[in-house]
């Protein structure tokens, strides 16, 4: 796992190291207004990110890759992050302060991750859930090219009755050779 660039972020891989600037991040409380909650200590979040610098599940059979969002001169603002399953496919997800929605900064972010998971590892098919009260992701998603699941691969992921299970396909043939050019 590597650093990531667009043309105002960086994406470091993110490590404990991270926890506290990343903890002041996710104190915001737009983050939460559809899910989760923030974490409950600058400790609980470094354990948290100890835990994950394995990159991979503890069986060994998913990836867990994570990386934080720095925009110059500010700061770390949120992360992106992806864990690839067996089969060529892969879950993300995101977040960001608040302070920086509605700028294009996690299309970017989530674009070039889309990219990395393609040409660096294979990926064919990447899914993303998200509540369905929730138009802002939702928008963000349909404008990277992710659409509907297939109603059996709902159904077989048991995602809550507020949530939306979308897709996209990557070309992961081509983005490996457009990596290598």
């Known amino acids: 796992m590597h650093s990531l660039r667009t043309a105002r972020l960086g ?19 737009a983050i939460y207004r559809y899910e989760n909650q923030p974490p409950p200590s600058e400790l609980w979040l470094r354990d948290r990110y100890s835990h994950l610098e394995s990159r991979r599940s503890p069986d060994g059979r998913e990836r ?5 969002m720095r925009l ?6 949120g992360y992106v992050q ?22 294009g900064l996690a299309s970017e972010a989530v674009q070039v991750v889309l990219g990395e998971l393609a040409a660096t590892y294979g990926v064919d098919e990447v899914y993303a859930i998200h509540k369905a009260a929730n138009t802002r992701s939702a928008r963000l998603l349909e404008r990277l090219g992710f659409g509907p699941a297939e109603p059996a691969v709902v159904a077989a992921a ?10 996209r396909w990557l070309d992961a043939a081509r983005a490996r050779a457009d990596v290598r050019h």
């Open 64 to 68: 867990w890759l994570n990386w934080v």
């Open 158 to 167: 048991a995602i809550g009755l507020d949530e939306r299970l979308v897709v």
């Open 11 to 29: 994406l470091e891989p993110q490590r404990a190291s991270h926890a506290a600037e990343m903890f002041r991040v996710l104190r915001d409380p």
């Open 72 to 77: 110059e001169p500010h700061g770390l603002i």
């Open 82 to 103: 992806a864990t690839i399953h067996p089969g060529r496919r892969a879950a993300i997800g995101y977040e960001m302060a608040s302070a920086w929605w509605g700028q």
